[in-house]
């Protein structure tokens, strides 16, 4: 789970790089807490797909839209 | 031989600073390739050629400001050089004969610089893959890789870009890596860098205030069912991988551009006291920069494009936009433009329209309300649409017929598809 977490803030910092990370709880909206617009939330979703291999469709993006949201989905698929 | 001309960057930038040449004299370029970079208040373009040829002398100088329209470099026909890697002998081409460089990306009767919105890549310019400039010393430094933005901002700054962690591809520094605060290394000799977001802000300050000054807006707006949009689009995405997922940005690119070909009076500029027809619909998207400030780069023909081919545009223009790598190509040309802030919860925009254009389309939220269907209440997933046009050369009348068709083509996708 930390490798997981690593990577999702490392592709976040790719897309946010200025927001404060220290003020982002786990169960914080990315989109809203990051201001991620819908291409932003895409590059991200397309940059964990990439990273883990795990194809992401598109009625389960929202899933992804937390630290949590995203360790979950993920690691039932790994 | 023809002269490469400082091209327009969109209404409201008469002139940009050159911050680097790509190419030497002897080097063979196609059109579409980066020759240059400049800074204008909006960030770092990069500047294509608009022919093949033989770059034979370049006339301007790093650091130095250019008015659009001036010369920047020669360019000659596309001959084999020696082996040394000299120029071919320039041949003076007696003033009367000498081609005019087009400008690209704009249409032939609006040259004049237009809005600092960004406009897309010309149907004629080549793919990105075959437009990548080839690889010059002056690409790179210290062999280190880095974006024509991040090299400008840095210069700026006076940072050493080796002592910057790179996040793009193969480690290569972008315009996000380049620290905002930064100690400003000794440079004499360099007059003091002016702010970046303060120079977007007048930027955008001046095209608005020039916007509200001339041009005599009426607003309309209509809330849109949005049902059928959003059950084709998750249809159409259904079989795809996540790298080819379609927004509904695209399908709003592609209602827009459709309901301008049947009512082309929304389409065009308005310059010289008349409305001009553009050569096609090249629908602006206003895209908000993290570093503050706003660009609208420029989809050529969107009404041409199926819903695929306007996403990957989109998709290639917003990284552009975000990583200060937009091109010439891509700021000039906008003959209609739209701004979603539906991502960013507003439920409705009253936007501005981006002068010599004549109109702009905001889009609001898509948030599920009360709707009466087959007079029954029902939940349905609704989005203001709001133009804002100009009076001189449309009514509220035809302004309402827009609007409807931008609608009508909402509630039935299948006809945006497009060809595939």
Redesign the interface.
């Known amino acids: 789970m930390a490798d997981l977490r690593a990577m999702l803030l490392e592709e976040l ?2 897309i ?3 927001a404060d990370y220290d003020l982002l709880d786990d169960d914080d909206s990315l ?1 809203d807490e990051l ?1 991620l ?3 932003d939330f ?1 590059k991200f ?2 940059s964990v ?2 990273r883990t291999g795990v ?5 389960d993006m929202p899933q992804l839209d937390s630290i949590e949201g995203a360790i979950a989905y993920l690691e039932e698929r790994l | 031989m023809a002269d490469f001309l400082m091209p327009s960057l969109g209404a409201d930038m008469d002139a940009a600073t050159l911050v680097e040449w790509t190419v030497k004299p002897g080097d063979t370029v196609k059109r579409g390739d980066v020759v240059a970079v400049v800074e204008t208040d909006k960030g770092a373009i990069e500047i294509e050629s608009f022919e093949d040829g033989v770059v034979s002398e370049l006339l301007v100088e790093p650091d130095a400001k250019v008015p659009v329209g001036t010369p920047l470099a020669r360019i000659g026909d596309a001959t084999p050089t020696s082996s040394g890697g000299t120029p071919p002998p320039q041949q003076p081409v007696p003033e009367a004969t000498r081609p005019e460089a087009p400008v690209p990306g704009t249409a032939p009767e609006t040259r004049r610089p237009e809005a600092p919105a960004p406009a897309p890549a010309p149907e004629t310019v080549p793919t990105p893959a075959a437009a990548t400039p080839k690889p010059t010393p002056a690409a790179t430094t210290h062999g280190l890789r880095a974006s024509p933005a991040a090299k400008a901002r840095a210069r700026e700054l006076g940072i050493d870009l080796s002592t910057i962690q790179g ?1 793009g591809p193969d480690g290569a520094v972008v315009l ?2 380049v620290p905002g605060e930064a100690t400003r290394a000794a440079a004499p000799n360099r007059p003091p860098a002016a702010d970046p977001a303060e120079a977007m802000r007048r930027a955008v300050a001046a095209a608005m205030s020039r916007s509200k000054r001339e041009i005599p807006h009426y607003y309309l707006g209509t809330d849109i069912d949005m049902t059928e949009a959003m059950a084709w689009l ?1 249809k159409h ?2 079989g795809l ?3 080819d ?1 379609v ?3 695209a399908l709003l690119i592609r209602a827009v551009a459709m309901a301008a070909r049947k009512y082309p009076q929304f389409n065009g500029t308005y310059e010289g006291d008349r409305f001009h027809e553009p050569d096609g619909i090249h629908v602006g998207v206003a895209v ?1 920069l ?2 503050g400030g706003l660009v609208a780069p420029v989809i050529r023909d969107a009404d041409k494009l199926n819903v695929d081919e306007v996403m990957a545009h ?2 290639k223009i ?1 990284e552009r936009a975000r990583n200060g790598r937009l091109r010439n190509s891509d700021m000039a040309g906008a003959t209609i433009t739209i701004t979603n802030l539906g ?2 919860g507003v439920p409705v925009v009253y936007p501005v329209i981006i002068p010599p254009q004549v109109a702009i389309v905001g889009f609001g939220r898509i948030a599920d309300r009360p709707w009466v269907v087959d007079g029954e209440i029902a939940v349905r997933p609704v989005m203001n649409a709001t133009l804002a046009a100009d009076h001189r050369v449309t009514d509220g009348h035809p302004g309402g017929l827009f609007l409807r068709a931008i609608e009508r083509f909402l509630a039935k996708p299948h006809k945006l598809e497009g060809d595939a």
């Open positions: 910092r790719h946010a790089p200025e989109r201001d617009d819908s291409m895409l979703v397309q797909s990439t194809d992401v469709p598109e009625l | 996040s996000t890596d998750e995405n259904a991988s996540v790298n997922r927004l509904y940005a908000s993290r570093t989109l998709t917003v991502g960013r």
